[in-house]
C-alpha cells in the first residue's frame, strides 16, 4: 500500500533538507554527522568501522555497541516481524532493542520532526523504499561499506541504504471461489469480462499502476491498449483499502480476487489456513512479480552507532533467515527460500517513484473515480 499523499511527502522532503542543511544529518557522501554540521563522536564511530577491512568491520562493531546501551529502531515492519527481529537480534548480541513501529509515513514524519529539532531519536530505520530514498536524498543516513553487500542483489543496492527484503506484487484468489484453471495467468487477463465484479483493487496503489503501465508500454502495448485495459480493469472491479483487509475479505470469501497484494500476505495467511492462493495449482505463476525493495539505513547522528552499524549488518546476514522464516522475500540467496521459485521478476520503477511521480499519484485515483467499495 502506498501510505504517503504526494503533497505529504513534498512537505516532508523540504522539512528533511531543512535539518539537513541546519546539521540536522551528514551531507550526502559523508559517514556522520552531528548537531553541529560537523563529524562528531557518531561520525568518528563510523569512521573506525570503515577504515578496516570489510571482512574485518562487523568485530569492531559488536566490541563498540556492546558499550553503547540500548539500540533505537524505527520501523513499518509488522508487530510480528518487528518481535521476531528484535528477539533474535538481542539474543545474538545482548544488545536491547527499543521499537517506535508505524507506517512508512509516520516512520518518516517522526524522523524528520526530530531531524528539524536536532535531536534524532531514531539510530537505525527499516522501512519502504520511497521514504528510505528521501531519507536518502536529503543526507540524513550514513553510508555502509560493509561485507554484507556481497549477498545482496543489485537491484537492492542503494546510495546510503540497502534493501533487505522485497514486497512482491501479484495477484491473489479465494480457491474456493476461483477454481483450477480460471486463475489469471496474466495482468491482462484482470480485464477479462469474466472477472466482472469478482476483483478486488487498493486504493492507493499507484505504484502498481504505474509499474504495470509502464511494463505494458515496454513490453509493446500502446498507450491507447494500456488504457483500455485499465478501463476493463477497472469495470471489474470494487476497491478497497489495505492489503491486510483485502486479505482478510479474500480469505472470508467476501471478495474472489484481489487484482495485487503482497505475496508474504497472501502466504501467511494461507499457511494460517485461509483459502487463498497466488501460485496455480504446478505452484507457478506466470504473471510478471514487481519486486519492490524495503530496506535499512542508519541515522549519520545516531546516538549508538555502532549498534545501528551491526543492526545493519545482521539484517543483511543472519537476518535474512529470520525473514524467511516469516515467508518474507530477502534481498540476499538464503537457503531454503522458496518465495521465488516458479515465479517471473519484473524490474521495479524506483527510479521514478522516488523522483517526481506527481502524474502517476493522481493518474491511479481518477482511474478509480466511481468504483464501489468492498463493505464487510
Known amino acids: 500500500m502506498r501510505t504517503r499523499s504526494l503533497g505529504a511527502l513534498a512537505v516532508t522532503s523540504a522539512v528533511l533538507v531543512l535539518a539537513a542543511a541546519c546539521g540536522g544529518g551528514a551531507a550526502d557522501g559523508q559517514l556522520g554527522g552531528s548537531a553541529g554540521g ?91 523504499f520511497r521514504e528510505m530514498a528521501v531519507m536518502d536524498q536529503t543526507g540524513l543516513l550514513a553510508g555502509y561499506t560493509g561485507a554484507a553487500l556481497n549477498r545482496v542483489k543489485d537491484t537492492g543496492k542503494f546510495p546510503h541504504w540497502t534493501a533487505t527484503r522485497f514486497n512482491l506484487f501479484l495477484p491473489a484468489w479465494n480457491t474456493n471461489l476461483i477454481k483450477p484453471g480460471e486463475e489469471p495467468r496474466s495482468w491482462e487477463d484482470l480485464a477479462d469480462p469474466r472477472y466482472r465484479g469478482k476483483i478486488t483493487v487498493e486504493v492507493s496503489d499507484s505504484d502498481w499502476y504505474e509499474n504495470l503501465t509502464k511494463w505494458w508500454l515496454e513490453h509493446g502495448r500502446t498507450q491507447a491498449q494500456v488504457d483500455q485495459l485499465w478501463a476493463a480493469i477497472v469495470a471489474n472491479a470494487k476497491a478497497a483499502k489495505g492489503h491486510t483487509t483485502m486479505m482478510e475479505l479474500l480469505g472470508a470469501g467476501q471478495t474472489p480476487m484481489d487484482a495485487m497484494n503482497y505475496s508474504y500476505i497472501t502466504e501467511r495467511a494461507k499457511n494460517d489456513g485461509a483459502p487463498v492462493s497466488y501460485r496455480l495449482a504446478d505452484g507457478t505463476n506466470p504473471t510478471p512479480a514487481f519486486a519492490r525493495p524495503n530496506g535499512v539505513g542508519m541515522l549519520s547522528g545516531a546516538r549508538h552507532p555502532a549498534a545501528a552499524w551491526l543492526f545493519y549488518d545482521w539484517m543483511l546476514t543472519e537476518g535474512q533467515q529470520v525473514l524467511v522464516d516469516l515467508h518474507l522475500t530477502p534481498s540476499t540467496d538464503v537457503p531454503g527460500d522458496t518465495s521465488l521459485k516458479g515465479l517471473t521478476l519484473a524490474p521495479f520503477d524506483v527510479k521514478t517513484l522516488t523522483g517526481d511521480s506527481s502524474a502517476w499519484d493522481s493518474r491511479y485515483p481518477a482511474q478509480l473515480r466511481g468504483v464501489a467499495q468492498v463493505t464487510r
Open 38 to 128: 560537523t563529524a562528531g563522536a557518531e561520525g568518528q564511530v563510523y569512521g573506525q568501522i570503515a577504515a578496516l577491512p570489510a571482512d574485518q568491520q562487523r568485530a569492531k562493531a559488536v566490541q563498540l555497541a556492546t558499550q553503547e546501551g540500548t539500540l533505537s529502531l524505527y520501523t513499518s515492519m509488522t508487530q510480528d516481524v518487528a518481535d521476531a527481529v528484535t528477539k533474535k537480534f538481542t539474543d545474538q548480541f545482548g544488545i536491547p532493542i527499543s521499537v517506535f513501529r508505524g507506517n512508512s509515513e509516520t516512520v518518516l514524519q517522526r524522523v524528520a520532526q526530530e531531524g528539524q529539532a536536532h535531536r534524532l531519536g531514531a539510530d537505525v530505520v527499516e522501512t519502504n
